[in-house]
């Protein structure tokens, strides 16, 4: 169960940070709103999380989650630009996350 709570955080970190991108620095009021809302609900789950998982890895794994995620919506839905570099490193994200979660 803490692990399906930590990934559901780390989905919640994407939509915060997203919601955060359209809130335009916090002058769109529902934007702003929705982000800290999600992103504290985010904080909660993986507060919830580390009753059960070290910190370290939980920590980690919901940073790439939220990482990842963000570099991938912001490429396929924001249109920002994908390099063959920016492939590379969030591979190394991936590789990373999976390296962690199977240590535990």
């Known amino acids: 169960m803490a692990w399906g709570l930590l990934v559901l955080a780390g989905a919640l970190e994407i939509v915060w940070a997203l919601a955060l991108k359209q809130a335009n620095g916090f002058t769109r009021p529902w934007p702003s709103l ?3 809302s999600i992103a504290m609900l985010s904080l909660v789950l993986l ?24 570099a991938v919506f912001g490429t396929f ?20 996350v999976a390296g962690l979660r199977m240590m535990e």
């Open 47 to 70: 507060g919830l999380a580390l009753k059960h998982l070290p910190v370290s890895t939980a920590y980690a794994i919901w940073v790439g989650i939220g990482a990842f995620g963000v």
């Open 34 to 36: 929705i982000g800290v």
């Open 77 to 96: 839905v924001l249109g920002e630009h994908m390099s063959a570099a920016k492939l590379l490193f969030l591979a190394l994200i991936v590789i990373g």
